[in-house]
T-cell receptor
Framework: GAGVSQSPSNKVTEKGKDVELRCDPISGHTALYWYRQSLGQGLEFLIYFQGNSAPDKSGLPSDRFSAERTGGSVSTLTIQRTQQEDSAVYLC????????????FGNGTRLTVT | DQQVKQNSPSLSVQEGRISILNCDYTNSMFDYFLWYKKYPAEGPTFLISISSIKDKNEDGRFTVFLNKSAKHLSLHIVPSQPGDSAVYFCAASYLTGANNLFFGTGTRLTVIP
């Protein structure tokens, strides 16, 4: 089916390296979200895109985190100089519209920083 | 500050019985509430939602109840089935031009055959 696709599914990286996580939303969905889930925690909001713009970046934990979305479709979340506390499952979601529309999640990227 | 709270980290129920999962929230501006179900190694899957203009929404075996005065919602699953065993997340949002969902920490439901 044409669900939200994330890659890679797993990523192990050394502390201090940069990583890029990719999200392919459902075709036609205008809104795209990044969340992360650390061990034993709920889902933590990171950033939200409407089209290619990001009206809400309030959840990005530090300036090492950035995200972009091109062509109103694919999004990349970049973490620079990774730290061990960045280890988590990073989940991408998309929704049809901006308002009161359920989010559809991908299976996530499990990031481990050693 | 956790605006959506699920105070029970786990729940065990016998197959065929009712499962009741609870959720509390603190932000009175929330006007849209959802339940998601998550299996291991998969992303959360949308289950059911409710708008603040309603107090009940039903979809098959799943019913969500909203008590705005108590800032409380619950998910009822009747009858519970072993395949319902998963982590259930409550989420809420409000209409300010964003669709950012605030999630609870989840409740792990185990349905015992």
């Amino acid at each position: 089916g044409a669900g939200v696709s994330q890659s890679p599914s797993n990523k192990v990286t050394e502390k201090g390296k940069d990583v890029e996580l990719r999200c392919d939303p459902i075709s036609g969905h205008t809104a795209l979200y990044w969340y992360r889930q650390s061990l034993g925690q709920g889902l933590e909001f990171l950033i939200y895109f409407q089209g290619n713009s990001a009206p809400d970046k309030s959840g990005l934990p530090s300036d090492r985190f950035s995200a972009e979305r091109t062509g109103g479709s694919v999004s990349t979340l970049t973490i620079q100089r990774t730290q061990q506390e960045d280890s988590a499952v990073y989940l991408c979601a998309s929704s049809l519209t901006q308002y009161n529309s359920p989010l559809h999640f991908g299976n996530g990227t499990r990031l481990t920083v050693t | 500050d956790q605006q959506v709270k699920q105070n029970s980290p786990s729940l065990s129920v016998q197959e065929g019985r009712i499962s009741i999962l609870n959720c509390d929230y603190t932000n009175s501006m929330f006007d849209y509430f959802l339940w998601y179900k998550k299996y291991p190694a998969e992303g959360p899957t949308f289950l059911i939602s409710i708008s603040s203009i309603k107090d009940k929404n039903e979809d098959g075996r799943f019913t969500v109840f909203l008590n705005k005065s108590a800032k409380h919602l619950s998910l009822h699953i009747v009858p519970s089935q072993p395949g319902d065993s998963a982590v259930y997340f409550c989420a809420a949002s409000y209409l300010t031009g964003a669709n950012n969902l605030f999630f609870g920490t989840g409740t792990r439901l185990t349905v015992i055959p």
